[in-house]
């Protein structure tokens, strides 16, 4: 059975005396640190000396080294980097944290895989926003809030529950509803979104662009029909409110109509079998274990393969349009 919590299944009080620290002040540290400390809970910093210091300096924070904000605090939101998470841990974290401290982490991915190992007198939880870290806060500010994934993976002190949710409600995620799931299933569903349909629509893209390219058409003008326009967003953004049938009917007739009877064209396309090899590799853990590889290896196959995107032709063409555009 599903389960969604919103503003009146939470309350801050659980964590009203508490001291909340926020590690890593980057897209995602900095909004969920400026609504905590909105919302009225004592909020420190735990950050390395970089601009993201500077910036939470700017927002009138005095940022502390990790294992100092975390000696501070009776809550530890760790939002660093997934790729030094479990080093930064070890590290920085665990050494410092007393029985019944409350860790939360933004994404199931290191516990759900092994890569972190909490002690048993902790609890641990995970507030997951499905938003982007300029749009948690834009949209707490405009009080609207975003969905999240949450979860309990380990309950010490008997109130773990409470806090995620405290958590949740602080950071303005309950306004819109928190779906509760397992630290294994969010992380799953995250990489599955990021390995499966991000790169098919990816290329479905690209061999849009190509095939009208090759057909005459300037790249330009292929790009700003695609998506450079900003209709492609705007629809999606109506399929979210609307849902994705439903926003069809924001469209003409001739585009329905093309659209419905041209899709069984592609309906031969092997996408299911390939996404399930890819969720299999996932949930199996040979992804995890690949990266981890990948990163002891100092990154070879991550690098190459950037340096293959920044030459690809669409690069040129986009800036291209973009000054056509001035955008």
Same mark, same amino acid.
């Not at 005095?62 to 000696?71: N, V």
């Not at 330009?220 to 979210?240: F, H, I, Q, W």
């Given at each position: 059975?599903?389960?969604?919590?919103?503003?009146?299944?939470?309350?801050?009080?659980?964590?009203?005396?508490?001291?909340?620290?926020?590690?890593?002040?980057?897209?995602?540290?900095?909004?969920?640190?400026?609504?905590?400390?909105?919302?009225?809970?004592?909020?420190?910093?735990?950050?390395?000396?970089?601009?993201?210091?500077?910036?939470?300096?700017?927002?009138?924070?005095?940022?502390?080294?990790?294992?100092?904000?975390?000696?501070?605090?009776? &809550?530890?939101?760790?939002?660093?980097?997934?790729?030094?998470?479990?080093?930064?841990?070890?590290?920085?974290?665990?050494?410092?944290?007393?029985?019944?401290?409350?860790?939360?982490?933004?994404?199931?991915?290191?516990?759900?895989?092994?890569?972190?190992?909490?002690?048993?007198?902790?609890?641990?939880?995970?507030?997951?926003?499905?938003?982007?870290?300029?749009?948690?806060?834009?949209?707490?500010?405009?009080?609207?809030?975003?969905?999240?994934?949450?979860?309990?993976?380990?309950?010490?002190?008997?109130?773990?529950?409470?806090?995620?949710?405290?958590?949740?409600?602080?950071?303005?995620?309950?306004?819109?509803?928190?779906?509760?799931?397992?630290?294994?299933?969010?992380?799953?569903?995250?990489?599955?979104?990021?390995?499966?349909?991000?790169?098919? %629509?990816?290329?479905?893209?690209?061999?849009?662009?190509?095939?009208?390219?090759?057909?005459?058409?300037?790249?330009?003008?292929?790009?700003?029909?695609?998506?450079?326009?900003?209709?492609?967003?705007?629809?999606?953004?109506?399929?979210?409110?609307?849902?994705?049938?439903?926003?069809?009917?924001?469209?003409?007739?001739?585009?329905?109509?093309?659209? %419905?009877?041209?899709?069984?064209?592609?309906?031969?396309?092997?996408?299911?079998?390939?996404?399930?090899?890819?969720?299999?590799?996932?949930?199996?853990?040979?992804?995890?274990?690949?990266?981890? &590889?990948?990163?002891?290896?100092?990154?070879?196959?991550?690098?190459?393969? /950037?340096?293959?995107?920044?030459?690809?032709? %669409?690069?040129?063409?986009?800036? /291209?349009?973009? /000054?056509?555009?001035?955008?």
């Amino acid at each position: 059975m599903t389960t969604v919590y919103y503003d009146a299944d939470a309350s801050l009080e659980p964590l009203a005396a508490s001291t909340v620290a926020v590690l890593g002040y980057g897209n995602q540290g900095r909004a969920q640190a400026l609504n905590l400390r909105d919302s009225g809970l004592e909020v420190v910093i735990g950050n390395v000396d970089d601009p993201y210091a500077l910036q939470a300096r700017e927002d009138g924070f005095e940022p502390l080294p990790l294992a100092e904000a975390t000696r501070r605090a009776d &809550a530890v939101l760790l939002l660093i980097p997934d790729e030094v998470q479990a080093e930064v841990y070890r590290r920085d974290v665990a050494p410092h944290l007393d029985r019944g401290d409350l860790l939360c982490f933004a994404h199931g991915y290191n516990v759900a895989f092994g890569h972190i190992t909490a002690d048993a007198a902790l609890d641990v939880v995970m507030v997951a926003p499905r938003m982007i870290g300029a749009g948690v806060r834009q949209r707490f500010v405009d009080g609207r809030g975003f969905p999240s994934f949450v979860g309990v993976h380990q309950d010490a002190t008997g109130h773990a529950h409470a806090r995620m949710l405290a958590i949740a409600r602080a950071i303005g995620s309950t306004r819109a509803g928190c779906l509760e799931c397992t630290f294994g299933d969010e992380a799953t569903l995250d990489l599955f979104t990021e390995q499966a349909f991000g790169p098919a %629509m990816g290329a479905a893209m690209r061999v849009a662009i190509e095939t009208l390219v090759e057909a005459g058409f300037p790249p330009e003008a292929a790009l700003l029909e695609l998506y450079l326009s900003g209709e492609l967003a705007y629809s999606l953004e109506k399929a979210a409110e609307l849902g994705m049938v439903a926003q069809w009917e924001l469209h003409s007739h001739t585009s329905q109509y093309g659209s %419905m009877t041209r899709s069984a064209r592609f309906a031969d396309l092997d996408l299911k079998e390939r996404m399930k090899a890819i969720l299999a590799e996932i949930r199996g853990g040979s992804f995890a274990r690949e990266w981890q &590889a990948e990163q002891a290896a100092g990154l070879p196959v991550f690098k190459a393969a /950037k340096q293959m995107m920044r030459h690809h032709p %669409m690069v040129e063409w986009e800036a /291209k349009a973009k /000054k056509a555009f001035r955008r």
